[in-house]
């Protein structure tokens, strides 16, 4: 697509939603392009098979190896989930209704002004639910306004980057190491779907805005409500996997500290207009960063291998 097809296209979002997240696109666009193909092609050999489980876990197992780990992180968040608990922030269903249902965090503003967070977690009676309680949980740590732009561009890189370690943590304390890393193999597995579905997506931004028959003056609310979603999710997904990975090898390598990495995420209350990839990691990413992290993550984290050797 040429720059002037592509300006145009930008700008339509841009005027449409009035969101800066188009903008961070738009800078970032050839970067986008980039990473996101050399990150596909460092992951291509995962094994997409189904997760497998052989012990069975109970809400109470669940919950008491969560709050373990996350005291192993730093006690003063163990403080803040050990009042969701008290409090019934944590919404724990014993069934999921929906074979596919999610976690999520639901943030709500009370009438002083106060973000309240309850945490929704279908079990599913494994492993899996103690990273989806620490990866809910840890979303709530960074929550401080809607109005922050690179929280919600950069929360799924603080929830990742802890699944990581809780994999380590997990594997020290000798917990059954298959379950472990059928665990894992789901982050492992969605990286890859987010590497692809972003670079689809910036490939194809011109030709599908451009067969909804948009007239750039007056849009398509429910066709461009839908892309726009989809590909700022992409982005976010995409984004925070990264970070993700770059972090937790620095962190093993011994190039950051757990508590820079805190202080990252302290951040991710206050700052607002990292506009720019590079800025969000200090120096510039080469292919060789990412290709040598992502094979210390798959050799790192999976002995049962999620993975083709």
Do not use: W
């Not at 970032?28 to 189904?50: F, H, Q, T």
């Not at 689809?200 to 839908?226: A, C, G, Q, R, V």
């Amino acid at each position: 697509m040429d720059d002037e097809k592509l300006g145009l296209v930008l700008d339509t979002l841009i005027e449409y939603t009035e969101d800066d997240r188009i903008e961070f696109i738009r800078k970032n666009m050839s970067l986008l392009k980039e990473l996101s193909a050399i990150l596909y092609e460092s992951v291509l050999d995962i094994d997409p098979r189904e997760e497998e489980y052989d012990e069975y876990y109970s809400t109470f197992d669940s919950i008491k190896i969560a709050r373990e780990f996350i005291e192993f992180i730093n006690p003063n968040y163990l403080k803040d989930f050990d009042k969701f608990l008290i409090d019934g922030s944590f919404d724990i269903i014993s069934e999921s209704e929906e074979e596919n249902d999610d976690g999520y965090v639901d943030v709500e503003i009370l009438d002083d002004g106060k973000i309240r967070n309850s945490i929704h977690i279908p079990l599913k009676h494994n492993l899996d639910d103690v990273y989806a309680i620490v990866h809910e949980f840890f979303h709530t740590t960074n929550i401080e306004s809607f109005e922050n732009i690179d929280r919600d561009l950069l929360t799924e890189s603080v929830s990742i980057f802890y699944e990581f370690v809780l994999h380590d943590y997990l594997k020290n304390k000798n917990v059954n190491q298959k379950d472990n890393d059928a665990s894992i193999n789901f982050r492992l597995n969605q990286l890859l779907d987010d590497s692809y579905s972003l670079n689809f997506e910036l490939d194809d931004i011109y030709d599908t805005l451009d067969s909804m028959n948009l007239d750039y003056k007056k849009h398509s609310t429910k066709e461009i409500d839908e892309y726009y979603e989809d590909l700022i999710s992409d982005v976010n997904y995409f984004v925070s996997s990264l970070i993700a990975i770059i972090k937790y090898y620095e962190y093993k390598k011994g190039y950051i500290r757990m508590n820079q990495f805190e202080r990252f995420n302290e951040s991710l209350k206050r700052k607002d207009g990292l506009n720019s990839l590079n800025y969000i990691f200090i120096k510039d990413i080469s292919e060789e960063d990412i290709k040598e992290a992502c094979e210390f993550i798959k050799n790192e984290l999976s002995n049962v291998k999620g993975m083709k050797r």
